[in-house]
């Protein structure tokens, strides 16, 4: 019966990225079938999380974070837990070998979340590592599936792609960010103030996490490949809008990608993919 309550588990965190994200819910669909479920499980893990800093405005945040992390420790030391996500998470951690060091990290930035709304160039770095470069490196593990060289390979372009993801969403998300929890992640940035010259300034640095990224998407196994080509490619198409958007766009409103458009992207990037043009 196990078995079962594992694949309840797993089918819980696929129903999460669906839910939550479409773009991702795509590139997983297009991975081999035995790299889906450790990706939702991982998927699933940080989407939690990060729904407890960022949408618990009536529940005490502190202590609900504190007793996730807790709990997330507690199943993978036991291998089990009545909890759908840590579940599969934990499952996925021991599979792959998961370095606990990422997972700490991971909730050391959700944690900051907590504490900071302006960030300086050194607690920017932290955060980045920890709330997206490190997802990249969960992800990488799956993706090696024990291949510790080739792992090691990769990391780096792995880092890169977390990265870029993770300041186009603080672009992308600039307006709710500041106006639903007084954030604002780019260091020195007034929001009330974003200027077109600010823009461009944070644009180039993620155009060199995309030109990095790249490198390593064209070397990774086939099986994942073309599902991290495809958020790569969605991504890259919604910074293109970004960057053709002058800085008051981005203030005011949440530029996003047309479901129709992420259709088009899906099927010409598994036709590129099939003629090896990647």
Same mark, same amino acid.
């Given at each position: 019966?196990?078995? %079962? ?8 965190? *696929? ?14 669909? +297009? ?7 450790? =990706?939702?499980? =991982? ?27 807790? @709990? ?17 998470? *934990? *499952? ?28 300086? @160039?050194?607690?920017? *770095? !932290? ?38 993801? !993770?300041? =186009? ?14 954030? +604002? ?12 010259? @600010? ?5 180039? @640095? ?12 064209? !070397? %990774? ?6 599902? +991290? ?10 910074? !293109? ?13 949440? =530029? ?23």
């Amino acid at each position: 019966m196990m078995e %079962l309550y594992n694949k309840v588990c797993i089918e819980c965190s *696929q129903h999460i990225t669906r839910r939550y994200s479409t773009s991702f819910s795509m590139g997983i669909r +297009v991975f081999d079938p035995h790299l889906r479920g450790p =990706i939702c499980a =991982i998927y699933g893990f940080v989407r939690f999380a990060d729904e407890i800093v960022d949408t618990f405005h009536q529940y005490p945040k502190e202590g609900l974070l504190r007793r996730f992390r807790d @709990d997330t420790y507690r199943a993978i030391e036991e291998r089990v837990s009545l909890n759908p996500v840590l579940q599969a998470f *934990q *499952q996925t951690v021991h599979q792959y070998q998961i370095d606990s060091a990422l997972i700490d990290a991971f909730l050391d930035s959700m944690e900051m979340d907590l504490y900071y709304n302006r960030y300086h @160039d050194g607690l920017y *770095q !932290q955060y980045i590592y920890g709330s997206a470069e490190v997802v990249g490196l969960m992800c990488l593990r799956v993706f090696c599936e024990g291949d510790e060289a080739l792992y090691q390979h990769l990391k780096a372009p792995a880092r890169s792609l977390g990265s870029a993801f !993770q300041k =186009i969403n603080f672009l992308r998300d600039m307006k709710s960010d500041f106006d639903e929890r007084g954030r +604002v992640y780019f260091p020195g940035i007034d929001f009330t103030r974003f200027t077109n010259a @600010d823009k461009l300034a944070i644009e180039a @640095d993620i155009k060199k996490d995309f030109d990095e990224a790249y490198k390593g998407i064209v !070397q %990774l196994p086939k099986g994942a490949r073309l599902g +991290v080509y495809l958020a790569y490619i969605y991504y890259l198409n919604l910074f !293109q809008k970004i960057r053709n958007a002058p800085a008051s766009r981005v203030t005011e409103k949440r =530029i996003r990608v047309p479901n129709s458009r992420k259709l088009y992207l899906l099927f010409s990037s598994a036709l590129r993919n099939s003629l090896n043009l990647l």
